[in-house]
DNA sequence: TTAAGTGCAAAATCTTTGCAAATGT
DNA sequence: ACATTTGCAAAGATTTTGCACTTAA
């Protein structure tokens, strides 16, 4: 039943339903984000779109965020990285609650959605919309390297 | 039994402790964010310390929080937030575990230590190290305002 | 007295803005 | 053909670096 979420062809459709154009530089954006388990940063963005103007690229992530196609996240070094937003993301497009879990040694940054929250009391007065928790430790691969 | 956590007299022994010199600018950088519920930002900071250099405030956030005196938490902007660590922050150095509210109206970032959490799960392979929960939604002024 | 800290100038980055040329529909 | 989108140039903002002067201990 499940629609593929990381092919070129999803990807169009994906514009499509936001009125975007199907551009070169939108679609490699996409496919850079794809099949990847965790959000990549800005620089490595960058980087690997280095035919891609700089300034297209801030402009592609922001339209894409205002979207909701993409999310951002903050790494502990305050750095932006992105991640296409799962079916369940865009649903519950404002009440994201997963977790971002933030390798120290790698410092990849892996969204695992999915996860079910235990449930958290705060102070009186609070008014809460949406929440992630953000954990930092070892990611699988590093963890085991470390052995 | 609890000593006093932001008269200027425990900045002073807190600059004593690790090792660092009780220069006029570094106690300002305190006193300016004791007190308060919420974490300041660097923006903020910089206005509210209008007389120091912003280049030795960069310099003393550093050092502050190599230190374990401050941590950092990013708002929902990217901008870097600044509060001082409370005594359990200190204790338990590397295992913050607390919750940051990022209100989206008036953008203020509480820091709500001694909050309990609950246990969650996590994909196997991963190692936590740490965690904060962090969420977005209106803080008690704001909520009261919106009435 | 002297090591640490500050302030200023200047470099290096990062991010935004304006506009002409190129591109998708 | 026309509105969007891109790339380039340039402005603006943020962050870092180097070095001489000042200050706390």
Redesign the pocket.
Known sequence: MKQPTNTPNHFEHL??QH????????LKVLSMMADKETATS??DLESLMN??????L???L??FEEKGIIHKVFDLN?T?NYAICTSNCQEHRHHDEHLHFNCTQCNNVYCLNDLNLPAFDLPPGFKVNGFTLYATGLCPDCSKKQN
């Open positions: 514009l499509d009125h975007l154009k199907k551009t070169a530089p939108r800005q620089p035919d891609v103007d700089r300034v297209t801030y402009r592609i922001n339209v305050g932006a």
